[in-house]
Nanobody, 124 residues
Framework: QVQLVESGGGLVQAGDSLRVSCAVS????????MGWFRQAPGKGRKFIAA????????YYADSMKGRFNISRDNAMNTVWLQMNSLKPEDTAVYSC?????????????????WGQGTQVTVSS
């Protein structure tokens, strides 16, 4: 099993930058890829980006390219999402997820483990 714990969320002003973190523990050797999703109130989870655990190949939703960057240090068992030029519409709960069966996708169904999420609120 894999455990994921997000941190780093908070209240920021529009235009600010923020980096949220995901601490990974458990059977990390089984992880194929990690992903970041967000969920705004009343809406479903939306894919942001993914990264393969070993090779570090990255994948981004087209709408997220440019402002968001995913990275990982598997020696530190940590995945980050760097968010720049934040806008009020970025307000959401940001969750990390792990895939252990060889999937790298944009669907929630591609991932097997989820963290509890961290709230990011962007004020105008």
């Amino acid at each position: 099993q894999v455990q994921l714990v997000e941190s780093g969320g908070g209240l920021v002003q529009a235009g600010d930058s923020l980096r949220v973190s995901c601490a990974v523990s458990g059977r990390t050797s089984n992880i194929y890829a990690m992903g970041w999703f967000r969920q705004a109130p009343g809406k479903g989870r939306k894919f942001i980006a993914a990264i393969t655990w070993i090779g570090g190949a990255t994948y981004y939703a087209d709408s997220m390219k440019g402002r968001f960057n995913i990275s990982r240090d598997n020696a530190m068992n940590t995945v980050w999402l760097q968010m720049n030029s934040l806008k009020p519409e970025d307000t959401a709960v940001y969750s990390c997820a792990a895939d252990i069966d060889g999937e790298v996708g944009s669907s929630t169904d591609d991932y097997d483990y989820w963290g509890q999420g961290t709230q990011v609120t962007v004020s105008s």
